[in-house]
C-alpha cells in the first residue's frame, strides 16, 4: 500500500532585525524532540496553505503574521506517510506582540540570523532548505 501523501506548510517568520524564529521540539515530541523546527504543520482537509499557516502559527506561538512569498519546498517519507513541505516567509504584522507564547509542542524559541541556521540542530527534513536560505540571505538584516 502506498504511503499517505500529506502537505505540511512551515513559515520563515523574519522580526524587524531580519532575524528567523526557530522552535525547539519539546520532549513529548513523536519525532525529533529536541531538535529545531520552523513554525507551521500540516493543513486540514479544506484548508487553504495561506489559512493552515497563519492557525498553526496562531497555536504555536501566538505571533500574528504576514505571508510574502514561497522559498521552497522539500518532501520526507516518515513510516507510512509522505510528507510534502512547502516553505514561505513571513513577517510579524507591525504593532503586534513579538514575543512567542509557546504551546506544549516546542519548549523553547530563539530568534537567529539566517546564516546560523544551518549551524543548528534542525529536524533532518528541513537541513536543506535552512541551508539553503542562509546561503542566500547572509546575516540578519533590518526590515522596514
Same mark, same amino acid.
Given at each position: 500500500?502506498?504511503?499517505?501523501?500529506?502537505?505540511?506548510?512551515?513559515?520563515? @517568520?523574519?522580526?524587524?532585525?531580519?532575524?528567523?524564529?526557530?522552535?525547539?521540539? &519539546?520532549?513529548?515530541?513523536?519525532?525529533?524532540?529536541?531538535? *529545531?523546527?520552523?513554525?507551521?504543520?500540516?493543513?486540514?482537509?479544506?484548508?487553504?496553505?495561506?489559512?493552515?499557516?497563519?492557525?498553526?502559527?496562531?497555536?504555536?506561538?501566538?505571533?500574528?503574521?504576514?505571508?510574502?512569498?514561497? @522559498?521552497?519546498?522539500?518532501? &520526507?517519507?516518515?513510516?507510512?506517510?509522505? @510528507?510534502?513541505?512547502?516553505?514561505?516567509e513571513g513577517t510579524l504584522v507591525p504593532?503586534?506582540?513579538?514575543?512567542?507564547?509557546? &504551546?506544549?509542542?516546542?519548549?523553547?524559541?530563539? *530568534?537567529?540570523?539566517?546564516?546560523?541556521?544551518?549551524?543548528?540542530?534542525?529536524?533532518?527534513?528541513?537541513?536543506?532548505?535552512?541551508? &539553503?536560505?542562509?546561503?542566500?540571505?547572509?546575516?540578519?538584516?533590518?526590515?522596514?
Amino acid at each position: 500500500m502506498p504511503a499517505t501523501m500529506r502537505l505540511s506548510v512551515k513559515v520563515f @517568520i523574519l522580526d524587524a532585525a531580519g532575524r528567523v524564529l526557530v522552535l525547539r521540539r &519539546s520532549a513529548a515530541s513523536k519525532n525529533h524532540a529536541g531538535r *529545531w523546527d520552523f513554525p507551521g504543520g500540516k493543513t486540514d482537509p479544506g484548508e487553504t496553505f495561506e489559512e493552515a499557516l497563519r492557525r498553526e502559527v496562531r497555536e504555536e506561538t501566538g505571533l500574528v503574521i504576514a505571508l510574502t512569498h514561497v @522559498i521552497g519546498a522539500d518532501e &520526507s517519507v516518515v513510516a507510512d506517510r509522505h @510528507i510534502a513541505y512547502l516553505f514561505v516567509e513571513g513577517t510579524l504584522v507591525p504593532g503586534e506582540a513579538a514575543a512567542a507564547r509557546l &504551546s506544549d509542542e516546542h519548549d523553547a524559541a530563539q *530568534w537567529v540570523a539566517p546564516n546560523q541556521l544551518p549551524e543548528l540542530d534542525l529536524a533532518p527534513q528541513f537541513r536543506r532548505i535552512a541551508s &539553503s536560505y542562509g546561503s542566500n540571505h547572509g546575516p540578519a538584516r533590518a526590515y522596514p
